[in-house]
T-cell receptor
Framework: NAGVTQTPKFRVLKTGQSMTLLCAQDMNHEYMYWYRQDPGMGLRLIHYSVGEGTTAKGEVPDGYNVSRLKKQNFLLGLESAAPSQTSVYFC???????????FGPGTRLTVT | RKEVEQDPGPFNVPEGATVAFNCTYSNSASQSFFWYRQDCRKEPKLLMSVYSSGNEDGRFTAQLNRASQYISLLIRDSKLSDSATYLCVVIGGSGGGADGLTFGKGTHLIIQP
């Protein structure tokens, strides 16, 4: 039982490049989330999904897109990376209670 | 006033001592509350839920004060391994869903030998 996994663990992008972060969970959770964590800013919700085929905007959605084609996967896309998107990205999932989330190990993204 | 506020610390506490810190929230309609811990360069992990009647799990006690709009976390007999950042989570709004979820910025705790 791997829990929540994230791919890749580290990535360096040049401004304007695109990439997709993959999150996978094997706990059959309905809800999945993408956060970014920056020094002094805490965890901020980017997008979330309440079930397969659904997505919704969080607090800081601009510059990101998401897809939840399969229940176990939640993808976060950056179409045109900017230095302001340098951050640590965490994926999380939960069964029903939104506050009881399981986090993945994070992806450290640097945009130069 | 910010939605969810925590004293960033650091709290430097000797091993074996008792330490407590609070998390204040601005939305009086907030429904659910949680504490997470996050070790350096690791992911947050759920520590405990905070119930209206309080919640105790071993050396950890969480309490909710709705009148003053804060939750608290008390750690007794602190261990070196308790050194971490403690994040509060408040879920506000009428639906109690993810759109009302806010993480505090965390309180950094350092247990000293």
């Amino acid at each position: 039982n791997a829990g929540v996994t994230q791919t890749p663990k580290f990535r360096v992008l040049k401004t304007g490049q695109s990439m997709t972060l993959l999150c996978a969970q094997d706990m059959n959770h309905e809800y999945m989330y993408w956060y970014r964590q920056d020094p002094g800013m805490g965890l901020r919700l980017i997008h979330y999904s309440v079930g397969e085929g659904t997505t919704a905007k969080g607090e800081v959605p601009d510059g990101y897109n998401v897809s939840r084609l399969k229940k176990q996967n939640f993808l976060l896309g950056l179409e045109s990376a900017a230095p302001s998107q340098t951050s640590v990205y965490f994926c999380a999932s939960s069964y029903v209670r939104v506050g009881e989330q399981y986090f993945g190990p994070g992806t450290r993204l640097t945009v130069t | 006033r910010k939605e969810v506020e925590q004293d960033p610390g650091p709290f430097n506490v000797p091993e074996g001592a008792t330490v407590a810190f609070n998390c204040t929230y601005s939305n009086s309609a907030s429904q659910s509350f949680f504490w997470y811990r996050q070790d350096c360069r690791k992911e947050p992990k759920l520590l405990m839920s905070v119930y209206s009647s309080g919640n105790e799990d071993g050396r950890f006690t969480a309490q909710l004060n709705r009148a003053s709009q804060y939750i608290s976390l008390l750690i007794r007999d602190s261990k070196l391994s308790d050194s971490a950042t403690y994040l509060c989570v408040v879920i506000g709004g009428s639906g109690g869903g993810a759109d009302g979820l806010t993480f505090g910025k965390g309180t950094h705790l350092i247990i000293q030998p």
